[in-house]
């Protein structure tokens, strides 16, 4: 699995139980999000809204929920349950 800075940032993210916007924002209420997170995804916007399109596992905002619908393709990781969301809000 690639693991470069921004797919580590983003997993603590998702950790943090933060959710990552279509738009590459964090939406986190109440959550205390750490600096360097933040600035990593603002640095990195376009990298993130790629993996939001391809519905990544690294942008997926309910892991637990989600997780059986993970799978390998097309050299990456990707989450199913999201590809489906993502069609209904689109
Ligand atoms: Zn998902």
Redesign the pocket.
């Known amino acids: 699995m690639q693991h470069n800075a921004l797919d580590q940032a983003l997993r603590d993210l998702q950790n943090l139980h933060a959710i990552i916007l279509a738009t590459g924002d964090i939406w986190a209420p109440g959550v205390p999000v750490p600096g360097h997170l933040t600035a990593q995804l603002r640095q990195n916007k376009r990298a993130v809204r790629s993996r939001i399109a391809q519905?990544s596992?690294y942008v997926?905002?309910?892991?637990d929920?989600?997780r059986r619908?993970?799978s390998y393709r097309g050299g990456q990781y990707w989450?199913?349950?999201?590809a489906r969301?993502q069609k209904h809000v689109s």
Do not use: K, V
Request: glycine share 0%.
């Open positions: 519905s596992i997926c905002p309910a892991p929920l989600h619908s993970w989450c199913a349950d999201c969301l």
